[in-house]
């Protein structure tokens, strides 16, 4: 049991009587030690259930000239709004590209009192606008609380397309970004101030950018950040074209950088088989030194170690073969794994092939060999009764039946995937990034995206669809929307770090 203050202590029996299940939750998180998250990893895995989730949803690329929005839906079994999206926060803006969603505070402020966790960074992947929004008000009603304009990250930074934002046990807080404000690809990093969200400067050094930016996770113990490369802004914006790989505008590394320093010190070419690197994902044990990273292109996932030597090294530990198809844009459908997690305990490792259409779930207990112990189709390009066939998997796999909620036949895949504290429900929403959704599932801009959950075993493995749920982003007020990233307001898996 975590131990709490005395001030703190005695606020919390005060108020036990009387808080709702989700004001405990939210007091728990951000007062268990009088700072926000979690004193650890195992400590979080105790946390109550979640009850509201965070999504941005996206019109851009659908055809309606309406902003993106922040979307609060209610996934409390025992509410009569179970189900339902229950807020909309507007932006002020057109074609933002609202992506993914950081903490101006996380469990890595655990011992400050003075931190809360009670605002969200909501950057704008195409508009590099940030924007920073109010939940600690009233968590189930957000507001705007500031804006950054992109000139801001432009003239004091040199970048744009601002993608993952971690909060830092400073007190600031770091978004990487994927590209200068031409659209090349600059794989640098922005501070902001967390009291005032002013742009300070770049984290890195100048001149030491990587060639491509995307994600980011670091771990202060072994003195280390690692990010990884999606590709040029430029040249993803509409769409996939393969040609650009050839051509360079993709990345295929993990750069290594000193913390302390914030020196670059390593590039980890991961090759044609890692090509694309995407969600970066240490394990959650603050000392441990090795985590993992899903490689879109080849469906392969490496792990990155610490060697003897200090210095930094990856191995693939996973691969999901092509499939050889007839009615696609190539011979070959790779599965295109997309996210990727951990579970706080470190014992399952889950990701999304996005183009494939499933979710698995891996034992990696034994780091160097992932165990396969769940799996289930919930959509994607190779549904037996679509125009695609294929003729040869190397996986034995039957062509997998449409997957159909509540009468509802879900267009798209899986793709964003978030994970409850105890491990025992997995949420994934459809939605990758708008223009590539236009190119590989037209059907999914026309009848919007949708938000699953997926019953998980925790002692053996195992996934299971519940079938009683779904939130249906087709059936919008202002029209089908495209929802992504998924956010608890006590923190999750994939935002907090601890120290």
């Known amino acids: 049991m975590a131990v709490r203050s005395s001030s703190c202590a005695a606020a919390w029996k005060r108020t036990q009587r009387d808080l709702t299940t989700f004001d405990l939750w939210y007091f728990s998180a951000s007062c268990s030690g009088c700072g926000p998250g979690y004193r650890s990893p195992l400590d979080a895995m105790k946390g109550p259930r979640e009850e509201i989730i965070y999504l941005p949803c996206i019109y851009r690329n659908t055809g309606i000239l309406k902003p993106d929005y922040l979307a609060t839906v209610d996934v409390n079994p025992?509410?009569?709004?179970?189900?339902?999206?229950?807020?909309?926060?507007?932006?002020p803006n057109l074609r933002d590209e609202l992506h993914h969603s950081g903490w101006n505070a996380c469990s890595s402020c655990f011992d400050d009192a003075s931190k809360k966790r009670n605002f969200l960074i909501l950057p704008s992947l195409v508009s590099s606008r940030i924007y920073v929004v109010d939940v600690g008000t009233n968590p189930r009603a957000p507001k705007i609380y500031k804006m950054v304009e992109p000139i801001e990250l432009y003239w004091k930074c040199g970048l744009a397309n601002p993608h993952t934002s971690h909060c830092l046990g400073s007190g600031q807080i770091m978004i990487s970004c994927m590209g200068d404000p031409s659209g090349n690809a600059k794989g640098g990093f922005v501070l902001l101030d967390g009291e005032t969200f002013e742009v300070i400067s770049n984290w890195e050094h100048q001149g030491e950018a990587a060639p491509f930016g995307y994600d980011f996770w670091y771990q202060p113990r072994h003195n280390v950040m690692i990010s990884t490369e999606w590709g040029a802004p430029k040249a993803l914006v509409n769409?996939?074209?393969?040609?650009?790989?050839?051509?360079?505008?993709?990345?295929?590394?993990?750069?290594?950088?000193?913390?302390?320093?914030?020196?670059?010190?390593?590039?980890?070419?991961?090759?044609?088989?890692?090509?694309?690197?995407?969600?970066v994902r240490f394990l959650h044990e603050p000392s441990a030194a090795e985590g993992y990273v899903g490689c879109a292109l080849n469906s392969t996932v490496f792990r990155f170690y610490k060697t003897a030597e200090g210095d930094w090294a990856a191995e693939k530990v996973i691969s999901i073969p092509s499939k050889k198809v007839e009615g696609w844009m190539l011979p070959e459908m790779p599965g295109l794994i997309t996210d990727i997690l951990i579970s706080l305990d470190d014992r399952y490792l889950y990701f999304s092939n996005w183009l494939h259409g499933d979710i698995r779930q891996y034992d990696i207990t034994d780091r160097r060999n992932p165990r396969l112990v769940g799996q289930v189709f919930l959509g994607g390009s190779i549904v037996r009764d679509g125009p695609i066939k294929v003729l040869e998997d190397p996986e034995n796999q039957e062509q997998p039946r449409p997957c159909i909620i509540k009468g509802k036949?879900?267009?798209?895949?899986?793709?964003?995937?978030?994970?409850?504290?105890?491990?025992?429900?997995?949420?994934?929403?459809?939605?990758?990034?708008?223009?590539?959704?236009?190119?590989?599932?037209?059907?999914?801009?026309?009848?919007?995206?949708?938000?699953?959950q997926i019953n998980v075993d925790t002692v053996d493995g195992g996934l299971a669809l519940n079938e009683d749920f779904l939130v249906d982003f087709g059936k919008e007020p202002d029209g089908p929307v495209l929802a992504h990233e998924l956010r608890y307001p006590g923190g999750d898996c994939t935002s907090d770090i601890w120290l």
């Open 409 to 452: 036949r879900i267009a798209g895949s899986p793709q964003m995937l978030q994970l409850s504290l105890d491990g025992r429900r997995l949420y994934t929403t459809t939605s990758l990034y708008s223009g590539w959704d236009k190119q590989f599932y037209p059907d999914m801009i026309r009848e919007g995206s949708v938000m699953m």
């Open 239 to 279: 769409g996939f074209n393969p040609a650009h790989v050839q051509e360079g505008l993709y990345g295929s590394a993990l750069n290594i950088w000193d913390w302390t320093t914030h020196k670059k010190l390593q590039r980890l070419d991961l090759g044609e088989e890692g090509a694309i690197p995407l969600e």
């Open 78 to 91: 025992k509410s009569p709004t179970y189900c339902q999206v229950i807020h909309r926060l507007p932006m």
